[in-house]
């Protein structure tokens, strides 16, 4: 199908769907249809990418996201704020090139809803899930390309309403849960540990850090041990009209690896806005990242697009 023919499709799916009040749905129908008619080829899925982005910001339903929901740019500081008082719905697919023996495609969907709980007057508990979708190619020279859910990871800050001196702050549990459908997709194991993360909003910037670290204490016995951390510091400057540039690099270290395998250190960034499909505010980003350090086999860079459904008070 041409990627008019395609383009067209997902601007009906957008327009139509969250004007019903169904943006999960839009999105969901839009990435499954993908699914099914891509093949795991880089340069296809990058250019699917691009014409998913390229529908959502030029289908004719799209408009600045302001009236009641505040300003593009209130939106997008809110947007990149891990604990605001806010509903969002991100579904973050991450292209890691270059994995395993063969250097092939490694596919990850990230669905993340973020949903605030208002404790009392001066606590919230933000809860975030993140439930990976995996295309996973062979890590062996003889082993099969595996597709499937991966381990489930919810986390829980609870975060005072208010800044601490200029510094808005959460802490609490994350947890991993062996839901991975398949030895290749998951760890195997329980794990447990906290999670903290600490910014800032000054003008036009949004910085911060997001870290937390792992032990596992439940599973299967024939299953590596998990102590592992991971550090995620962002940045974000943004501009009039929702537009903002961002770097948020995840950083990992698998504790219970050997020196050369243990961390992933990527470097980085891209661009994004805040506008509306309908009714529904929207945050739309793509960034790119390239491993400066990284395990045996890993990816050697990453393109990040994420589509994230803002549902403000």
Known sequence: MSGLKIRLLLCHILRVLPANGKPDLAVGIALVWLKERASVSGRKLIRLAKLTLFATLSCSGVVLAEDSTGSPGDLAKAAQNPVA????????????????????????????????????????????WITPVISQPALTVNGDREFGLGDINPSFFFSPK?????????????????TGTDKTLTSGKYSAGPAFVALAIEGPWVVGVLVNNVWSFAGKSNRSTVNAMTLQPFVNYNFHGGWYLTSSPVITANWEAGQG??????????????????HQPVNAQLAAYYNVAKPSGAADWQLRAQLQFLFPK
Not at 99 to 115: S, T
Not at 162 to 178: A, D, F, M
């Open 85 to 128: 008082d806010m509903i969002s719905v991100p579904f973050q697919n991450n292209f890691n090139f270059n994995v395993g023996p063969h250097k092939q495609l490694q596919n990850v969907l990230n669905i993340q809803p973020v949903i605030p709980i208002t404790l009392n007057k001066d606590w919230n508990l933000i809860t975030r």
């Open 162 to 178: 208010q800044p601490t001196h200029g510094i808005i702050w959460g802490i609490g549990p994350t947890v991993v849960l062996p």
């Open 261 to 278: 395998d243990r961390w992933t250190v990527p470097i980085g960034g891209g661009f994004g806005r805040v506008f509306k499909i309908g």
